[in-house]
């Protein structure tokens, strides 16, 4: 159980163009998600946690114009790169808990590689 | 405020050595403590936890142990296996019911054969 999913599992866009990724929880209802960013040989950072039907919260140095966030129901929530550029290429990791868990359920990524 | 302070990598082992990765953190109160392994191209899994001091957390021939006294949580294994080459993150998340996961930066393990 508690099995959550990325889509795409990778994608490359061009300089200047929006992308979309998604994350949903399979089998539970996720009333929190959270997004990170891992950097090449580094350890995740978090980008912004979001709750159900509410604003994300976004940590400090993120730029939330840029990583749009959208949590719209209990198994789904998009991060949006807009005009993104060669520095947002990244992997991007979501992961999700449920209402009286403390624990973090992870998605298996996305490569964002921008040209 | 919290962080993890694990061993710098790649450690490289032989086939069938003994794994000590060692993993010290600070936080406040009774932090719960997690080893996440990540294999190459994919997102993290969860490996092994402990909620309490002195708990220990175990999976796949892993182990670790909840040491409040010295604020570790070093993770181990009796005898590796190729497949167990991965990166492993230590973490925690801070008691007070924020799910927010703290992170070290990881270590990487290469088992040749």
């Known amino acids: 159980g508690a099995v959550v999913s990325q889509h795409p599992s990778w994608v490359i866009c061009k300089s200047g163009t929006s992308v979309k990724i998604e994350c949903r929880s399979l089998?539970?209802?996720?009333?929190?998600m959270f997004w990170y960013r891992q950097f090449p040989k580094q350890s995740l950072m978090l980008m912004a946690t979001?709750?159900?039907?509410?604003?994300?919260?976004?940590e400090q140095g993120v730029e939330k114009d840029k990583f749009l966030i959208n949590h719209a129901s209990l198994t789904l929530s998009t991060l949006t790169v807009t005009s993104a550029h060669p520095e947002d290429s990244s992997f991007y990791i979501c992961s999700a808990s449920f209402l009286g868990s403390y624990e973090q359920y992870f998605g298996p990524g996305t490569r964002l590689t921008v040209t | 405020g919290d962080s993890v302070t694990q061993m710098e990598g790649p450690v490289t082992l032989s086939e069938e050595a003994f794994l000590t990765i060692n993993c010290t953190y600070t936080?406040?109160?009774?932090?719960?403590l997690f080893w996440y392994v990540q294999y190459p191209g994919e997102g993290l899994q969860l490996l092994l936890k402990?909620?309490?001091?002195?708990d220990k957390g175990s999976n796949k021939g892993f182990e670790a142990t909840y040491r409040k006294e010295t604020t570790s949580f070093h993770l181990e294994k009796g005898s590796v296996q190729v497949s167990d080459s991965a990166v492993y993150f230590c973490?925690?998340?801070?008691?007070?019911?924020?799910?927010?996961?703290?992170f070290g930066t990881g270590t990487k393990l290469q088992v040749i054969p």
């Open positions: 089998d539970f209802q996720a009333t929190t």
């Open positions: 402990a909620t309490k001091a002195d």
């Open positions: 979001s709750n159900e039907g509410s604003k994300a919260t976004y």
């Open positions: 936080a406040t109160g009774y932090p719960s």
């Open positions: 973490a925690l998340i801070a008691s007070g019911g924020y799910q927010k996961v703290t």
